[in-house]
């Protein structure tokens, strides 16, 4: 009996001490709290709402405070709903190195997955803002998980090649040279 107390306690301990945050990926609907969300993505003419498996969404997150730069990718890609354009759904992701009942920053990142495997790699792709999450759940207790309530509208853009920024700046180069003759 005294072994069985013992360990439930440490399994307790362990699971309080090392225990992960989680929040509800989607960009619609309510969660903990009573709060809600509702972001829909828009594509780059910015009244089209994305409605195709083509287009992914990718969460990328941090403890409170890390800069965007920073953000890791957590979960995996999610896409989005043909039958809800602009939404996507997807069950609990936990957030690495954040506890739960903490905070997190929090950015979605969207993509045409025609255009690039990856966020990185898109050449059509946009972002929301940073922000800090509601205090995270414990994804064994789904009342708990919060929805990313901070979460706002983007659209996608379309991403110059790195070639393109080069002759553009040579073509203006060109053009300053030629002036001053």
Do not use: H
């Not at 225990?19 to 609907?29: E, H, R, V």
């Not at 354009?85 to 025609?114: E, H, N």
């Not at 991403?159 to 003759?181: C, D, M």
């Amino acid at each position: 009996m005294k072994k069985s107390f013992l360990t439930l306690a440490l399994c307790a301990v362990t699971t309080i001490a090392f225990g992960q945050g989680a929040f509800d990926p989607t960009n619609i609907g309510s969660g903990a709290n009573s709060t809600s969300v509702n972001a829909p993505v828009f594509n780059v003419d910015m009244s089209t709402p994305l409605a195709s498996s083509v287009f992914k969404a990718q969460w990328y997150a941090g403890t409170v405070g890390t800069a965007e730069g920073s953000l890791q990718a957590i979960g995996t890609p999610l896409s989005f709903s043909s039958s809800f354009p602009g939404f996507f759904f997807g069950s609990a992701v936990t957030v690495s190195g954040v506890g739960i009942g903490q905070q997190a920053t929090l950015q979605l990142r969207a993509w045409d997955s025609s255009t690039g495997a990856t966020w990185e790699s898109a050449t059509v792709r946009g972002q929301s803002t940073t922000f800090t999450s509601p205090a995270l759940g414990d994804s064994f207790n789904p009342l708990t998980i919060p929805v990313a309530q901070g979460l706002t509208s983007f659209s996608l853009a379309v991403v110059p090649e790195p070639s393109t920024i080069a002759l553009g700046v040579l073509g203006g180069l060109a053009l300053l040279l030629r002036r001053r003759k």
